[in-house]
């Protein structure tokens, strides 16, 4: 059986990713090349029903091992990785029997347990990152091996008993459209887990109410020494627009439950401006009064500037996923970690899952850790040891008992 460090290492070679603002899904063609691997593989493994769709959903059926009834469970990651950080030619450093002190990454970055304390609770692991020129893609490279690895126990001579089991492997998550091409009625699970978590033990069942805003600010370009009176300048009509939101109201400010209008983006001249946004927050009606004062903020300006300086397109993306949950499932979890040793730490997410989406379509789905850390950028990294405990958790998960 290959080691989940070396089949880890195999797809994070693969640049899968995404890109935002696409029509067609995948947003990338190069998603196809992990996508083609990974169907492959659950050939190779003996998965029945392996199928790779025109939008590049990966889903496969491990047939139950036992008599008598039991629930279909699904386990679901996605392939893509985030545009925040490039994903191509990622160069892994690997420490093993990692002793607490800062990992050189290259000459110019070091993971640094000062500055990333949760390096510590990895002190005699083999640790997994980058030279720090692109992110690893754990997020959720990660989650993927590890479900590969537990199909792989699932499918040997000594595998525990299990009834049906369904696999499915996502693209475009990253960029908010994992699902729009998701077939829940022929995946055909009672329920499911998404293992695209952070660190050990990580289980959520809630997560943002979620929104993306584009914001088009229209302006009039004269020349400088002739403007006054006549010049719109709409990068500062859009610095004054941001300066309406609250200043503790944004990401870099915010923790827990709190939520925050997110400037994602800003481009433009004085003639015309785009502004992207993304608003986030746990409860509804502070969502919605959140997405009312982006409204009334744009409203504000037209009456200012004039009528069609100011042009809003905002856009529900996801609700908290605990509106649609079923709670057996969660417990089920909180079960199987407990039963394997894991501690579980149930927060909620501060994001969002393609089970958020899932859940609403009539597939309850939590997420589950998928080992990973500083995910998004290049300080991001996973341990063998972690990935080996969630493989674990996996089999324990869709045993029966």
Do not use: W
């Not at 870099?252 to 433009?268: I, Q, V």
């Not at 409203?299 to 996801?318: P, R």
């Not at 998928?370 to 869709?398: C, D, Q, R, S, W």
């Amino acid at each position: 059986m290959e080691q989940i460090k070396d089949r880890f290492l195999r797809y994070v070679a693969v640049d899968t990713q995404s890109k935002d603002g696409e029509e067609q899904v995948p947003s990338t063609n190069k998603q196809f090349q992990l996508a083609e691997m990974l169907a492959g593989e659950l050939i190779r493994m003996g998965a029945e029903d392996v199928q790779l769709s025109e939008h590049c959903y990966v889903t496969a059926t491990i047939p139950a091992n036992m008599e008598g009834k039991a629930p279909v469970i699904g386990l679901i990651a996605h392939m893509d990785t985030s545009d925040a950080a490039s994903g191509a030619d990622i160069r892994p450093v690997i420490t093993e029997r990692y002793d607490g002190t800062p990992i050189r990454m290259s000459d110019k970055k070091t993971l640094d347990p000062a500055e990333f304390p949760s390096l510590l609770r990895h002190i005699g692991e083999t640790v997994i990152c980058t030279d720090g020129t692109t992110l690893l893609g754990a997020d959720d490279k990660a989650g993927v091996a590890e479900i590969m690895q537990a199909a792989e126990i699932l499918f040997s001579k000594d595998a525990p008993r299990h009834g049906t089991i369904r696999i499915a492997f996502t693209p475009d998550e990253e960029v908010g459209r994992g699902v729009d091409c998701f077939d829940v009625e022929q995946f055909a699970a009672d329920f499911a887990y998404t293992v695209d978590g952070g660190d050990l033990g990580d289980l959520s069942y809630e997560c943002f109410n979620a929104a993306g805003a584009e914001i088009l600010i229209e302006g009039v370009s004269i020349h400088p020494g002739e403007a006054k009176g006549k010049m719109k300048n709409s990068l500062l009509i859009g610095m004054e627009l941001q300066s309406m939101l609250p200043v503790f109201m944004n990401p870099a400010a915010t923790e827990k439950r709190e939520g925050f209008f997110h400037l994602d983006r800003m481009s433009g001249s004085v003639e015309r401006t785009v502004m992207k946004y993304i608003v986030r927050d746990h409860d509804r009606e502070l969502f919605e009064a959140k997405k009312q004062l982006l409204i009334s903020a744009c409203a504000f300006m037209n009456e200012k500037y004039g009528s069609g300086t100011v042009t809003l397109n905002m856009n529900d993306s996801y609700y908290n996923m605990i509106e649609a949950m079923d709670m057996e499932v969660v417990n089920r979890a909180i079960r199987s970690m407990k039963a394997v040793g894991i501690e579980p730490v149930i927060e909620p997410i501060r994001g969002g899952t393609d089970g958020a989406r899932l859940s609403f379509m009539g597939l309850p789905c939590p997420n589950l850790c998928a080992g990973g850390n500083n995910f998004h950028g290049p300080y991001e990294y996973v341990t063998v040891e972690t990935m080996e405990k969630i493989t674990e958790l996996l089999v324990e998960l869709v045993t029966d008992r």
